[in-house]
């Protein structure tokens, strides 16, 4: 069976995520890498979140390091473009960079992203920034939407089923200062 390792935002994207991969033939194996979520305490909800659904599904996870610091002065210059703007999308180029980095480290050939199932955030754009990731690296990406097929629908189903903790804002202080105004 090939193996795949799946970035992993949150444990609710992954959910549905992870079974269209093994509904393909992959063994995956998931990552959560989210130094943009903020504050800590909400950080630990969610990577707690994804331990538990990886017991649930029987799935081998990785955490990665929370390293909030270096993401943070990576992102400042660009607050002003935050929730949807250039900004996501330098935000998306660190974690996907630092999924490929995992790929190439665990000597695993493909890696892909839960970041397409949101159906806020676009795939095509997604795919390319895990492509040029995995250029970089020397190892391939999978491209996907995952949101296809009322995919965002079974993994809020999904979730349910599992109990699993879901966020009601994106991740990083800027987005939380958003939903709070626009609760
Ligand atoms: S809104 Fe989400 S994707 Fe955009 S910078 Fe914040 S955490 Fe990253």
Not at 61 to 71: A, H, M, P, R, S
Not at 116 to 132: L, Q, R, V
Request: one cysteine or more; glycine letters at 6%.
């Amino acid at each position: 069976m090939p193996k795949i390792l799946l970035y992993v935002c949150c444990a609710p994207d992954a959910t549905q995520s992870a079974e269209v991969l093994r509904a393909e033939g992959y063994e995956v194996i998931s990552f959560f890498y989210n130094p943009n979520v903020h504050p800590a305490g909400e950080y630990k909800k969610r990577s707690e979140a994804m331990l538990k659904l990886g017991k649930e599904m029987c799935m081998e996870t990785i955490l990665g390091e929370y390293d909030f610091k270096n993401w943070f002065a990576s992102m400042k210059p660009r607050a002003k473009d935050i929730e949807g703007g250039e900004a996501c999308f330098e935000c998306f180029r660190i974690r996907l960079d630092r999924a490929a980095a995992e790929t190439k480290k665990l000597n695993l050939p493909l890696f892909t992203s839960t970041l397409t199932i949101s159906p806020h955030k676009d795939a095509e754009k997604i795919n390319a920034i895990g492509a040029a990731a995995a250029l970089k690296y020397g190892v391939n990406y999978l491209a996907s939407n995952f949101k296809k097929k009322d995919g965002f629908k079974k993994s809020v189903e999904l979730s349910k089923k599992y109990d699993l903790y879901r966020q009601n804002y994106c991740g990083c202080s800027w987005s939380l200062i958003e939903r709070r105004k626009n609760p």
